[in-house]
């Protein structure tokens, strides 16, 4: 079982960046494929950035293309989303997710493929 909690989040104002991290502990961490998600208010849980297990592969919505990246760095047990160029429709709760996988490059972009979930950090973008 792994644990996640995610920070970095906060207020920035349009054009600002932010970074988050999510942060795991318990099993070994190079085993988790890993994914980022967000819910904006009255609105469903969305995939935003993904990355494989080996961290040779990722994924992003289109939405986030060029402007947000995904990395990982397993000394650490931490994963990143580097947020640039952020606009008022990214503010949200982000969540990071991790998922046990046997597959070295595949990248998972479905909630239900996920079987760890983090508590979320509030992510706002003020116009």
């Known amino acids: 079982q792994v644990q996640l909690v995610e920070s970095g989040g906060g207020l920035v104002q349009a054009g600002g960046s932010l970074r988050l991290s999510c942060a795991a502990s318990g099993r070994t961490f190079s085993i988790y494929a890993v994914g980022w998600f967000r819910q904006a208010p009255g609105q469903e849980r969305e995939f935003v950035a993904a990355v494989s297990r080996n961290g040779g592969s990722t994924s992003d919505t289109d939405s986030v293309k060029g402007r947000f990246t995904i990395s990982r760095d397993d000394a650490k047990n931490t994963v990143y989303l580097q947020m640039n160029s952020l606009k008022p429709e990214d503010t949200a709760v982000y969540y990071c997710?991790?998922?046990?996988?046997?597959?070295?490059?595949?990248?998972?972009?479905?909630?239900?493929?996920?079987?760890?979930w983090g508590q979320g950090t509030q992510v706002t973008v003020s116009s």
């Open positions: 997710a991790a998922k046990a996988s046997a597959f070295g490059s595949y990248v998972y972009s479905r909630i239900r493929d996920y079987e760890y």
